[in-house]
């Protein structure tokens, strides 16, 4: 589980005061929200990319850095290097997050075989976001924290998605998935939350 405890977060204005919510295994959390509104600094917060101004995250009773290869975020295709390729990203996530798992399999799954081993400025919009799902999917991570990850995906690749985080649910995953559009991911979450008066509550499904 994921544990929020006493968590206060300032930008240029308050998002969360004093805020506890508990992340419970094997489930997906959609977190839906406006721009700006504090969904990226949660989850920066959460995987120490950005320290709160009180509280604390837990990830098992113990801090994310003690749990770093169980635990998966990419926040954007801005964070893609345009002069490596996207195998490159695949292998260094495959052999720093300690997986067994099969690139191929996982390179033919989101048909990327055609540019894979190409630079990734050559890739458009959505094959990055392709290459961070199949990241995701290399991580093997038991947390994974995705934020507007749809973002520039077909119709078919996005219902494709969302197939795949069902079936990481079954195999013990917990997802934490943002989306400015609560109806997107409604039917694939078990629990909806949004960021409204500084704290973090739960959306009737």
Not at 73 to 98: C, I, P
């Amino acid at each position: 589980m994921i544990e929020l405890k006493n968590i206060c977060l300032y930008t240029r204005h308050t998002i969360l005061n004093d805020v506890n919510y508990v992340f419970s295994d094997q489930k997906i959390y959609g977190i839906v929200a406006i721009n700006g509104s504090g969904k990226t600094t949660l989850f920066r917060t959460m995987v120490n990319l950005r320290k709160a101004q009180g509280g604390k995250v837990l990830f098992d009773h113990q801090s994310v850095e003690l749990k770093r290869s169980e635990v998966f975020y990419f926040e954007t295709a801005e964070w893609l290097d345009r002069n490596l390729n996207g195998y490159d990203y695949l292998s260094f996530v495959k052999k720093h997050w300690n997986s067994s798992v099969d690139l191929d399999e996982i390179i033919e799954t989101w048909k990327m075989k055609d540019f894979i081993k190409i630079p990734i400025k050559k890739y458009s919009l959505g094959m990055k976001q392709r290459l961070i799902i199949a990241m995701y999917l290399t991580s093997d991570a038991k947390y994974m924290i995705m934020d507007e990850i749809t973002n520039g995906l077909d119709e078919d690749f996005r219902n494709q998605f969302f197939k795949v985080i069902i079936d990481l649910k079954r195999q013990g995953k917990t997802i934490l998935l943002s989306s400015h559009y609560k109806d997107e991911i409604t039917e694939y979450c078990d629990v909806v939350l949004q960021i409204k008066n500084n704290q973090l509550s739960e959306v009737s499904l």
